[in-house]
């Protein structure tokens, strides 16, 4: 603040220093063509630039230079005994009266208007940090009500999971094969409810809480996740290959596992039928941050449906996997808590590229 302060006076004394050293030239001036010359003034229109400044510089209280003028051309032209009519003198000192007038007005409400500008800009920075506050509130609220909905359905399902395994277990070689059937149908209905539960837990807990920041390899970390799905890759015949030289990142390891764990099973879900899944994790750089990108052959979108698939309970495309649509949004919750951000190319029957931000390991 003190900085600020003493840059301003310096600024003023710099000013007046340049305004006094133009009055000085404009005195030497008259001087030199009353007395020395005999004559009036040739170059008046020198004196329009000290009204000028100082009205542009000071507004009203600029005017005192015009003032200041008009007195010294009238006094040295009576004094001095020159044979022009004074009047002369008080058209040109009036001029500059009114020159200082106008420029002092304008500099005035340049300065309101500024004012204004500030005032306006402040109150909508208010109303922006108290709308951000309010929605940032809200969020947490709805998070919080999703978890405590979440987990209270979780509870009676846990319960009815667990009589229908004792049915089963109790009673299988008194059923017939239709009321086996109805128990089987019981049973697969209670897991994907089980899986689109913990689905919406992961969706309401994913960004709760800050990022744990670390530095860590994303290449390594997506060849462990491919791993867990080894498997499912070897019975799709699907090929995965992992670009060479990905810089480490500075990342949440759990998140940024939950974000390829979440791409890698989007790219196997909406494969192409007549053809194998190719998959690649690639990489560029991008200012302070590293962009990864997941490629893959599949089904792939349109382009103006692209920002749909990462909003909640979205699906685009048919599947026969059962689900919320809350894997894209999750992986946009999980990056953004890092402060990266995602986004897809894709065109259908192309295949779909997403693309994410990390911050690089070094930043």
């Known amino acids: 603040m003190s900085e600020m302060h003493g840059g301003e006076r310096r600024l003023s004394w710099l000013r007046f220093g340049a305004l006094a050293a133009v009055l000085a030239a404009s005195l030497a001036l008259v001087i030199v063509f ?3 010359l005999g004559k009036d003034v040739v170059f008046s229109h020198f004196f329009y630039l000290p009204v ?3 009205a542009l510089w000071w507004d009203w209280r600029g005017i005192a230079v015009p003032v200041f003028l008009f007195g010294l051309l009238v006094l040295t032209h009576a004094l001095s005994g020159l044979q022009v009519s004074m009047w002369v003198e008080v058209a040109r000192g009036l001029s500059f009266l009114l020159v200082g007038c106008v420029v002092a007005y304008l500099s005035r409400r340049r300065g309101q208007l500024y004012e204004e500008l500030e005032d306006h800009y402040r109150g909508l920075e208010r109303v922006i940090e108290e709308r951000t506050a309010e929605l940032r509130e809200k969020n947490r609220e709805l998070e919080a009500y999703a978890q405590t909905v979440s987990h209270d359905l979780n509870a009676p399902l846990v319960v ?3 009589f229908l395994e004792l049915l089963k277990d109790r009673a299988a070689d008194k059923l017939g094969e239709e009321e086996k059937e109805y128990l089987e149908r019981m049973e697969k209905a209670t897991e994907r409810m089980g899986r689109l539960i913990s689905s919406l837990l992961v969706y309401a807990r994913a960004g709760a809480e800050p990022a744990s920041l ?3 390899d994303p290449g390594e970390v997506f060849r462990e996740v491919a791993m867990e799905r080894a498997l499912d890759l070897e ?4 090929e995965v290959r992992v670009e060479d030289g990905i810089p480490p990142v500075k990342a949440d390891p759990v998140r940024l596992q939950q974000v390829f764990s979440n791409l890698l ?3 196997l879900k909406y494969r192409r039928p007549d053809a194998p899944p190719r998959i690649r994790l690639g990489w560029r750089p991008e200012g302070k941050m590293v962009c990864l990108y997941l490629g893959d052959n599949g089904m792939g979108i349109e382009p103006e449906r692209a920002g749909e698939i990462f909003m909640p309970f979205r699906r685009l495309l048919s599947c026969e996997e059962p689900g919320l649509g809350l894997g894209l949004p999750i992986v946009k919750k999980a990056v953004e808590s890092w402060g990266g ?3 897809v190319e894709s065109e259908p029957g192309k295949g ?3 693309f994410f931000t990390v911050p690089a390991g070094g930043a």
Not at 235 to 238: E, I, K, P, S, W
Request: glycine share 8%.
């Open 352 to 354: 779909a590229v997403f």
């Open 214 to 216: 670390e530095v860590v």
């Open 160 to 162: 009815i999971s667990g």
């Open 34 to 36: 009353h007395f020395g």
């Open 341 to 343: 951000s995602i986004w």
């Open 52 to 54: 000028v400044l100082a």
């Open 265 to 267: 099973d989007n790219a």
């Open 235 to 238: 019975n799709l015949q699907a």
